[in-house]
């Protein structure tokens, strides 16, 4: 049940775009996109339900293709701040939700 | 201030004893949840709760348990029959399951 994030890890430089990826094998109701630096909590970026939505957070986006079961965070003119792992938790249903091994994001200046 | 609260930050524990680890939230969260994170591995799920007095194991309950008597504490027994319980652990809530969570401080956990 838990999904699968690509890439494991990326390393940009301050202004490069980046895209993580979060596919799953059945059919998700939702997908939330977490952000967690070194050493602290994970803290929430959006959520997408079912129905092809994107969103969108400062330079943050992302998306939720229903049919491919695969949501996609982009990341445009990174900025050191953006460092850290992004999970992706989906859902199969209202009740239940699990998370990827995140993708440990590193911008450098 | 309102937010959920994880004690201690770090623990230690002799290997066979049981640790019994807080987790307090004021947000009014019906919905609260244990992760266990280790490198590379991302959260893993152990129990979440959708309200009080009920409970509901996750992907690695085994050899963890969790009691919810009130809204605002959902606290996690670490047993002597967990076999490898050193890890980081992390405590969240939510209005509902499905909704935004809101994780606690974590707590480091050390069986010497």
């Known amino acids: 049940q838990q999904p699968v994030q690509s890439p494991q890890a990326v390393i940009l430089r301050e202004g490069e775009d980046a895209v993580i990826n979060c596919s799953s094998s059945?059919?998700?109701?939702?997908v939330h996109w977490y952000r967690q630096k070194h050493g602290e909590a994970p803290v929430f970026l959006m959520i997408l339900l079912k129905g092809g939505e994107q969103k969108g957070h400062e330079k943050i986006s992302a998306s939720f293709n229903e049919k491919k079961q695969q949501s996609s965070l982009y990341l445009t003119a990174s900025q050191l701040s953006y460092s850290g792992t992004y999970f992706c938790?989906?859902?199969?249903?209202?009740?239940?939700?699990?998370f990827g091994a995140g993708t440990r994001l590193t911008v450098k200046p | 201030d309102g937010g959920i609260t994880q004690s201690p930050k770090y623990l230690f524990r002799k290997e066979g004893q049981n640790v019994t680890l807080s987790c307090e939230q004021n947000l009014n969260h019906d919905a609260m949840y244990w992760y266990r994170q280790d490198p590379g591995q991302g959260l893993r799920l152990i129990y979440y709760s959708q309200i009080v007095n009920d409970f509901q194991k996750g992907d690695i309950a085994e050899g963890y348990s969790v009691s919810r008597e009130k809204k605002e504490s959902f606290p996690l027994t670490v047993t002597s029959a967990q076999k490898n319980p050193t890890a980081f652990y992390l405590c969240a809530s939510s209005i509902g399951v499905g909704n935004e969570q809101f994780f606690g401080p974590g707590t480091r956990l050390t069986v010497l």
């Open positions: 938790g989906t859902a199969y249903n209202n009740n239940d939700m699990r």
């Open positions: 059945k059919a998700l109701y939702s």
